[in-house]
């Protein structure tokens, strides 16, 4: 666990008022403690990431929730994905080879 | 010699450029290969990785400087190691962030239609509600042979506590019942199936409920006698060679084995002797035994030959 003061002195161009802002804005969520907050691994990971996507790739603030939503829709279903593969790979040789040679036909536009 | 180490070229910018030509190149590299947008690519984030660190050193003026006069090399300052999001956005606790307006198993409805292909509006899941789950896990000799409770989190991040029975077999699957994945539509979980592999121990083997194992003794123990400590799947015990031990002698631990499941008691442990020589001959010993041989006149083959 971070501490709001520890994770603004850690990431440059942060300061207490745009970190405010963004757990406003719900785009990163830590845990309350007390009248603070405590930033986990993932928190502290996406806040240099919304520092990345501001800073770095430039886009502008009212931007920001189109690409996170993107980027959260995309995670979404690589963790769907990453499921779905987890119980397939667990299935009898002979279903995940029939899974994996249907799924590689309807992929390559093959399907009716 | 091109360098791909040289930051220049990493960022694709002549040694000349402007402070203003490097902030430009490296973000539009950043915005091709920066790690969270890009989680399956792991190229991606080695090469941003390598970009970062050259436009660390170039957006320094004192450092750009410094490295241009051949004073530090591209290495010289690699800047501190931080956090992707990506490693947590593919994990179970990037659940918290999933857009708030979708239900994950409709989600994961509308994956199996989108990449498996449903061509009418048939519901794939009408016969299988209640889905289960299946599992596989890796368990010791030992706790295979006592059994017990394990804490273990799956590769799909659910995490169970599985009752290890007593006695459990090799590939043996137990049936947690009602921790499968969550059913569909309210319907209950499925259950959850955990495949058993047991790994081998280095000196107890399995055979039914008895467990079976080979113990080397020197020379002088199997001459006369000792007490040796061998292992057993409770711990270790002292087992008692009485003088004159041979080779192949098989001691017996009682109720040291495995509790049959069937009829609730245990089986045995085996111990095979064998009797061993020190790897290196023992020019002592040799000496004693050449004398000795000469008035203890003992033929172990004379039994065979029938002459006893």
Known sequence: MTAFQQLVEQIEEINDELLVSWIEEGWVRPNRVGKSYAFSDMDVARVHMLRDIHFTLQIEIESVPVVLNLLDQLYGHRRQLNAISAAIAVQPEEVRQQITEEATRRLSGSAD | ?308
């Open chain 2, 1 to 308: 010699m091109p360098n791909p180490r040289d930051p220049y070229e990493l960022l694709g910018v002549k040694p000349s450029a402007s402070d203003e030509e490097i902030r430009l190149a490296y973000r539009k590299l950043a915005k091709e290969l920066h790690p969270d947008l890009n989680p399956g690519n792991a190229q991606a984030e080695a090469r941003f990785k390598n970009v970062s660190q050259a436009y660390g050193l170039l957006s320094d003026t004192e450092k750009r400087q410094q490295y241009d006069a051949g004073q530090i090399d591209a290495d010289g300052h690699e800047r501190p190691e931080r956090p992707f999001y990506r490693t947590y956005g593919d994990g179970a606790e990037g659940a918290r962030y999933a857009p708030a307006s979708e239900v994950d198993e409709e989600v994961l409805q509308d994956l199996f239609g989108n990449i498996f292909g449903r061509h009418s509006n048939a519901d794939p899941f009408a016969s299988q509600r209640s889905r289960n789950a299946q599992y596989s896990m890796q368990v010791s000799f030992v706790e295979a042979a006592k059994g017990g409770t394990k804490r273990v989190t799956m590769p799909d991040g659910k995490v169970l506590d599985i009752s290890i029975p007593e006695g459990c077999e090799q590939s043996q699957t137990l049936r947690l019942k009602g921790q499968g994945s969550p059913g569909i539509e309210g319907k209950p979980p499925g259950d959850a199936y955990v495949r058993i592999t047991i790994d081998s121990h280095p000196v107890l083997r399995r055979d039914g409920n008895d467990i079976h194992m080979e113990l080397p003794i020197g020379l002088h123990e199997a001459v006369i006698g000792a007490t040796v400590l061998v292992p057993t799947v409770t711990g270790d015990v002292a087992l008692k060679i009485p003088p004159g031990s041979n080779s192949g002698r098989m001691m017996r631990l009682k109720g040291k084995g495995v509790r049959s499941s069937k009829s609730g008691s245990p089986g045995d442990q085996f111990v095979r002797l064998t009797v061993t020589l020190p790897d290196e001959p023992d020019e002592k010993l040799k000496e004693f035994l050449t004398e000795w041989a000469v008035d203890h006149a003992y033929d172990p083959r004379a039994q065979e030959r029938g002459e006893t």
